[in-house]
């Protein structure tokens, strides 16, 4: 695998523990289901895969699932 020693994989990373320390702000204490890395001169980029609870996460206040699902509800 090409870059593989670049790419770093953490499992159930505590996200909410990660802002709070990071930006000093008060968050529940979420945990994603994986957080992948890639580092590269002095650069690291990320990204939050979440694969159980996306239903959980796009619920609208009320609990009930939002009116229209489209490519702008992810951004």
Same mark, same amino acid.
């Given at each position: 695998? !090409?870059?593989r !020693?670049? $790419?770093?994989?953490?499992?159930?990373?505590? /996200?909410?523990?990660?802002?709070?320390r !990071?930006?000093?702000?008060? /968050?529940?204490g979420?945990?994603?289901d994986? $957080?992948? @890395?890639?580092?590269?001169?002095?650069?690291? @980029?990320?990204? /939050? $895969?979440?694969?159980?609870? $996306?239903?959980?996460?796009?619920? @609208?206040?009320?609990?009930?699932?939002?009116?229209?699902?489209?490519?702008? @509800?992810?951004?």
């Amino acid at each position: 695998m !090409e870059h593989r !020693e670049n $790419l770093r994989l953490i499992a159930q990373f505590e /996200i909410g523990r990660y802002i709070r320390r !990071e930006f000093h702000n008060h /968050i529940p204490g979420y945990r994603v289901d994986l $957080l992948l @890395t890639f580092s590269r001169a002095c650069k690291e @980029t990320s990204l /939050i $895969l979440e694969y159980d609870g $996306l239903e959980y996460y796009t619920k @609208t206040p009320s609990g009930s699932p939002p009116r229209t699902s489209t490519a702008n @509800t992810w951004r």
